[in-house]
C-alpha cells in the first residue's frame, strides 16, 4: 500500500501536508507544539478532520503561542467551546491547557521539547511500516508523557505525532517523497 493511496486525488489540502511536512524532520519547537496540540485534538478522529480545522486551532488558541495558551482561563475554555471552528470536547480543551503547561515543564527540563523527542531515537529518524499504529518506541514515549501528567497522550496519538514530525518515517518506500527523504 502506498502512503497516499487513503488520500482522494481531489484532495489538495491533504496532498499538499502529505508532501510537504508529514513525515519530514522537523526541529522548530513552535511547530513541535501546534503538531502536540493538534494530534491530541485526533484520538477518536481522521487526521483529516483536524487538516480541515486547522486554521481554526491556528486562530482560536492564538497562533499556538504556548505562554498564552498555558495560562488560558475559564473565560478561554468557555471561548474554546463555544467555537463551531474547532473540536469542542471540554476534556480535550481541559488537557491541551494542562498539556501546554507540562510541554514548558519538558522544555525547561531537556532545554528544548525537540531535544526531548529526539532523545528517545538517539537524533536518528526511524522508518516504521505505515501499516501499523503504535510501536514500542510509541509506547514507551506515551508511557513517560502519561508519568508527567501529560492526556491524550496514548501510544497511537503519539505514533501519529511521531510521523507527523518526522521522527517516523512511514512513507511507504515507492512514494516519491521517501524518496527525496533518504537519497
Known amino acids: 500500500m502506498k502512503c497516499t493511496d487513503y488520500i482522494k486525488d481531489s484532495d489538495t489540502l491533504y496532498m499538499k501536508y502529505h508532501d510537504k511536512e508529514w513525515g519530514r524532520v522537523h526541529h522548530d519547537e513552535h511547530y513541535l507544539y501546534e503538531m502536540f496540540i493538534l494530534e491530541s485534538f485526533q484520538a477518536g478522529l481522521s487526521w483529516r478532520t483536524i487538516l480541515y480545522k486547522r486554521k481554526n486551532f491556528e486562530k482560536a488558541y492564538d497562533n499556538f503561542y504556548i505562554d498564552k495558551v498555558a495560562n488560558y ?57 505505515i501499516n501499523i499504529t503504535k510501536n514500542k518506541l510509541s509506547d514507551r514515549i506515551s508511557n513517560d508523557l502519561i508519568k508527567r501528567g501529560f492526556k491524550f497522550v496514548g501510544s497511537t496519538i503519539i505514533f501519529s505525532y511521531l510521523q507527523a514530525i518526522g521522527v517516523i518515517n512511514s512513507h511507504s518506500k515507492d512514494c516519491k517523497v521517501y524518496k527525496e527523504l533518504v537519497c
Open 73 to 129: 482561563s475559564d473565560e478561554d475554555i468557555n471561548r474554546l467551546l463555544n467555537d463551531k471552528g474547532i473540536i469542542r470536547n471540554k476534556l480535550k480543551i481541559n488537557a491541551s491547557i494542562n498539556n501546554s503547561k507540562l510541554f514548558k515543564n519538558i522544555e525547561k527540563e531537556f532545554g528544548s521539547f525537540d531535544k526531548y523527542i529526539w532523545s528517545f531515537t538517539d537524533n536518528k529518524q526511524v522508518y516504521v511500516d
